[in-house]
Structure formats: C-alpha cells, structure tokens
C-alpha cells in the first residue's frame, strides 16, 4: 500500500508563495509518477502538474503553468510543488496522487492519494 502525506499548505496573501511537499515513509517515490491535484470549493479536481520516475515534468493547467514547479529529491524521497504569485483563485486542497505509470491527464488514473492539504489564498 502506497500512503503518501502532504505538507506545506495554509493560509497566505496574494502574490505570495507556497511550497507544498509530498512524502512517503513506506514506499520510494521514484517508482512512481507523482501528479499535484487540486479542488477548490464547488470545483472537480484538477491534475495540476506531475513528474514520472525519470524526472519528466508535464503541466495540464494553463492557469498554473508560469507559476507553479514541481520538482523531486530522490534523496528525501520527496516531491514538492512549488507555488508562486498565488491568486484567490487557488484557494483549494492540494493533494498529491501516484501512479506506477506515466503521467495522468486526469485525477481517476491515479491509484494511491494523500490526505490533502489546504491552501487559501486570501486577497
């Protein structure tokens, strides 16, 4: 079983920045492809960005593309993401999903999920 934790989110002003990050203390990230997803207040979830196990980055929302990174350390067995220039608009909780295949364009083609952490952006 694949349990992964997310850390990192709360409360900041717009225009600030976050750095959520997601860790495993059971399993080696690295065998897996690693998706950011989030859902705001009334909103489907939305797979954000994801990073496979050889380090391949690809972006599935616009909106977050110039803003948000995500990134790995093999080393902590961490993936991070992180947020700059935060809008209102992404206010929402912030979850973290694996896969051991590529990248998902959707949130249903990950198999093991985080608890979620929220994020509000306050303007």
């Known amino acids: 079983q694949v349990q992964l934790v997310e850390s990192g989110g709360g409360l900041v002003q717009a225009g600030g920045s976050l750095r959520l990050s997601c860790a495993s203390s059971l399993v080696t990230l690295d065998r897996y492809s690693i998706g950011w997803i989030r859902q705001g207040p009334g909103k489907e979830r939305d797979v954000l960005s994801c990073v496979t196990s050889g380090n391949s980055v690809t972006v599935y929302t616009d909106s977050v593309k110039d803003r948000f990174t995500v990134s790995r350390d093999n080393a902590k067995n961490a993936v991070y993401l992180q947020m700059n220039s935060l809008k209102p608009e992404d206010t929402a909780v912030y979850y973290c999903?694996?896969?051991?295949?590529?990248?998902?364009?959707?949130?249903?083609?990950?198999?093991?999920w985080g608890q979620g952490t929220p994020v509000t952006v306050s303007s």
């Open positions: 999903a694996a896969r051991p295949d590529y990248c998902g364009s959707s949130w249903s083609m990950y198999d093991y």
